[in-house]
């Protein structure tokens, strides 16, 4: 039998061993620190009163990420992981992050609709590199254990961004909220 402290330890460990995890661990946190507050709560409220639109409208805009991620996915599986995967990863997250400004730079829905388009579709291309990576660099015994450490770090900060989002969009507003969402996050 195995302690839970023990194996929380041992992935602890293997992760700050290893700048490529740790590092990518950091970077997501800090991104969806700063962009993921303000999308889930800004959007719908951005849909709703400021384009005068419906759920129905909601729907598409979510509907038009989906696409964008399956149309991505699809299109991954159909060629190699790039060879310089690490800065592959990086550079798929820092556009998809930046297409978090459009939403605040959007004043049509079918600008909202293409800006999820593009988040979704380069947010998957890095995701499924990363994931990939993961299962090729860390060892089967230390997969579970990094991966929970993954969703943890890259997520653990996600209760304040949506804490921030709204004092935040009180004093810039609720573009300016969503641009500097994406710019800052991808920087």
């Avoid at 293997?14 to 995890?21: E, H, K, P, Q």
């Avoid at 620190?33 to 419906?54: A, I, Q, R, T």
């Avoid at 805009?61 to 399956?70: E, K, N, P, R």
């Avoid at 988040?119 to 089967?140: C, D, M, S, Y």
Wanted: glycine fraction near 10%.
């Amino acid at each position: 039998a195995r302690s839970v402290v023990r194996d929380l330890a041992e992935g602890w460990r293997f992760v700050r061993g290893r700048a490529w995890l740790w590092a990518t661990f950091a970077s997501a946190a800090v991104a969806y620190l700063c962009f993921m507050g303000p999308v889930e709560v800004l959007l719908p409220y951005l849909v709703k009163n400021e384009l005068d639109g419906s759920a129905r409208d909601l729907g598409m805009v979510f509907a038009a990420g989906g696409i964008g991620s399956v149309t991505c996915a699809l299109a991954m599986g159909q060629s190699d992981i790039p060879r310089r995967g690490l800065t592959f990863i990086y550079a798929c997250w820092t556009l998809a992050t930046l297409a978090v400004a459009g939403y605040g730079l959007s004043s049509a829905m079918w600008q909202l609709m293409l800006a999820a388009l593009a988040f979704n579709a380069v947010e998957t291309a890095g995701t499924i590199v990363w994931a990939t990576l993961k299962q090729r660099h860390v060892p089967r015994t230390m997969l579970g254990r990094v991966s929970s450490l993954d969703w943890l770090i890259s997520i653990g900060l996600l209760p304040l961004s949506f804490a921030l989002t709204g004092p935040v969009a009180a004093a810039i507003g609720t573009r300016g909220t969503l641009v500097a969402a994406g710019v800052v996050g991808a920087l």
